[in-house]
């Protein structure tokens, strides 16, 4: 599907569907009064009538208006409120797909250059229905014997001003960018646990370095994790037949290659049973999606190349399975992780942190501008933030304050928990450097005071997405692409 942008009068379009907005007064815009007076008021006769209440995500379908080059016209509420909210602007997208998807359309146009978003502009609004259209088609029928209906739409048309023209065009491509990177990592999150393993994601990385002349990546295997001390990420995977893997993809998109790079660090557990530690078999399967950290990283990378950003960008992938098995870590068990630091593994179930703390200390060696890891770590952070807020904690206010206002921005949003010392000395251990877990308080937190043990050398913060990365049970049960929008916007902030 494409996204076109036209300043041409919303009368000349010859589309299969143009999109206009009503509220709850009944009150068109500018361009639908325009549409209205065209046709002779047969639009606001439809009003009058009350065939429509302008409710948010409400939608009317009308045939054969005189004098338009439009076969139908889609009237969709858009409620009272006098500024659209973002919640709002995914109902109003959904409504629309609903019925683009039912009636089988081609193509649609939206007038919408008059609709106000809450603290957004143009291009931004259009940037945010873009995506929300986009990332609406996503479809995962791959390991169905019958596949979804085909969606017939080839092209969607956003109709603005000619003021407004240059900035909607930047926005659709971003989205569009945006929205294909989610695809990317919702694909591999919803992909099953004997299919997408440390070595496929290795595969899938390779794959895309192919596709982009600047992209390069080198896969560390268990040999050369082992000769870098690479303890920690060892020893989760010591239980699992798949072998571990450390993915280093490396993105040299500005001028200056040697200009300090951005880093993303991502937990790539493909599954986690929770090891010795076993988890409870209801809704196991869902750990599939423990690799979700490192699937945005995969699918930001995916964006970055096709937006072509001028910045240098590292994206580490810390991949393992964890398993229970005669070769497990055992509670108990002692490992010396890359740092040096020796860490007790009292619950083979806080694995996420174990991998990535040898991540962590692998990317000093870039010499980063700041790194960001993002992993699926703690059910804690659901308890505390439930699943429309990712949970974020960091070493340097400066790049927190960068990542709230970047999830803000792409409506992806992230809220900060404190790393104040006094949660440190939960993580004590009588026999080792630290332990691994810090007991039952303030669970999302002693994961973040883990982290910080091992990133002391540069700017850091973590995102921890085990709420927001995945639906969980019923029938939008899946990945959700997130905090793809997030870590691309904070990226597109820095290569201002
Ligand atoms: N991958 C889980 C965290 C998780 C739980 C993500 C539920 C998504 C949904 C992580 O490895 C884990 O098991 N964490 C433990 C930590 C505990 C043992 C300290 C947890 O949250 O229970
Ligand atoms: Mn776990
Ligand atoms: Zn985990």
């Known amino acids: 599907m494409d996204f076109l942008v036209s300043s041409n009068a919303v009368e000349s379009l010859n589309t299969s569907a143009l999109v206009l907005t009503v509220n709850e007064q009944l009150e068109l815009d500018s361009q639908?009064?325009?549409?209205?007076?065209?046709?002779?008021?047969?639009?606001?006769?439809?009003?009058?009538?009350?065939?429509?209440?302008?409710?948010?995500?409400?939608?009317?379908?009308?045939?054969?208006?005189?004098?338009?080059?439009?076969?139908?016209?889609?009237?969709?509420?858009?409620?009272?409120?006098?500024?659209?909210?973002?919640?709002?602007?995914?109902?109003?997208?959904?409504?629309?797909?609903?019925?683009?998807?039912?009636?089988?359309?081609?193509?649609?146009?939206?007038a919408f250059a008059d609709v106000k978003f809450k603290e957004r502009?143009?291009?931004?609004?259009?940037?945010?229905?873009?995506?929300?259209?986009?990332?609406?088609?996503?479809?995962?029928?791959?390991?169905?014997?019958?596949?979804?209906?085909?969606?017939?739409?080839?092209?969607?048309?956003?109709?603005?001003?000619?003021?407004?023209?240059?900035?909607?065009?930047?926005?659709?491509?971003?989205?569009?960018?945006?929205?294909?990177?989610?695809?990317?990592?919702?694909?591999?999150?919803?992909?099953?646990?004997?299919?997408?393993?440390?070595?496929?994601?290795?595969?899938?990385?390779?794959?895309?370095?192919?596709?982009?002349?600047?992209?390069?990546?080198?896969?560390?295997?268990?040999?050369?994790?082992?000769?870098?001390?690479?303890?920690?990420l060892l020893a989760v995977a010591q239980g699992s037949d798949q072998p571990a893997r450390m993915i280093i993809m490396n993105y040299q998109g500005a001028d200056d290659k040697t200009k300090q790079p951005y880093v993303l660090v991502g937990k790539g557990i493909t599954f986690d049973s929770g090891g010795i530690s076993l988890k409870p078999g209801a809704g196991m399967d869902e750990m599939k999606y423990d690799?979700?950290?490192?699937?945005?990283?995969?699918?930001?990378?995916?964006?970055?190349?096709?937006?072509?950003?001028?910045?240098?960008?590292?994206?580490?992938?810390?991949?393992?399975?964890?398993?229970?098995?005669?070769?497990?870590?055992?509670?108990?068990?002692?490992?010396?992780?890359?740092?040096?630091?020796?860490v007790e593994i009292l619950n083979t179930d806080a694995e996420g942190r174990l991998v990535l703390c040898d991540a962590l200390t692998y990317v000093k060696r870039f010499n980063p501008q700041a790194v960001v890891n993002i992993a699926t770590l703690t059910g804690a952070c659901i308890v505390a933030l439930g699943s429309s807020t990712s949970g974020l904690m960091g070493n340097n206010p400066e790049l927190v304050q960068s990542l709230l206002h970047a999830g803000k921005q792409a409506s992806d949003v992230a809220?900060?928990?404190?790393?104040?010392?006094?949660?440190?000395?939960?993580?004590?251990?009588?026999?080792?450097?630290?332990?691994?877990?810090g007991g039952p308080k303030a669970g999302s937190i002693t994961a973040g005071c883990f982290l910080s043990r091992f990133t002391k050398d540069y700017p850091w913060a973590h995102l921890d997405i085990a709420g927001t990365a995945w639906i969980s049970g019923g029938k939008d049960k899946g990945a959700t692409g997130r905090p793809v929008p997030l870590l691309t916007q904070y990226l597109l902030d820095r290569a201002q």
């Open 291 to 342: 690799m979700g950290g490192a699937a945005s990283v995969l699918g930001v990378f995916k964006t970055l190349t096709e937006l072509q950003l001028p910045i240098n960008v590292i994206g580490v992938l810390t991949c393992a399975e964890n398993m229970p098995s005669g070769g497990a870590t055992r509670p108990g068990d002692i490992v010396t992780t890359m740092s040096g630091q020796t």
């Open 121 to 232: 502009n143009a291009y931004s609004s259009a940037r945010l229905i873009a995506e929300c259209l986009a990332d609406g088609l996503y479809v995962f029928d791959q390991f169905k014997s019958e596949k979804a209906p085909a969606i017939n739409l080839s092209a969607i048309t956003f109709v603005c001003t000619s003021e407004q023209q240059e900035a909607v065009e930047k926005a659709c491509l971003q989205g569009q960018a945006i929205a294909s990177g989610m695809a990317f990592t919702r694909d591999l999150g919803n992909m099953p646990p004997n299919i997408c393993h440390p070595r496929y994601l290795a595969e899938q990385a390779q794959e895309l370095s192919k596709q982009h002349k600047n992209l390069s990546v080198e896969v560390l295997e268990e040999e050369q994790l082992k000769e870098l001390g690479a303890g920690a």
């Open 415 to 437: 809220w900060e928990l404190p790393l104040f010392d006094e949660y440190q000395e939960l993580l004590d251990s009588p026999f080792a450097d630290i332990a691994n877990i």
């Open 32 to 110: 639908g009064q325009q549409i209205d007076a065209l046709c002779k008021g047969a639009i606001s006769a439809h009003l009058k009538a009350g065939d429509i209440q302008g409710k948010l995500g409400q939608t009317l379908l009308l045939h054969n208006l005189a004098n338009l080059k439009a076969q139908r016209v889609l009237l969709v509420g858009i409620g009272k409120d006098a500024e659209l909210s973002d919640r709002s602007a995914r109902k109003l997208v959904s409504a629309i797909l609903n019925n683009v998807k039912s009636l089988s359309i081609k193509d649609a146009a939206l």
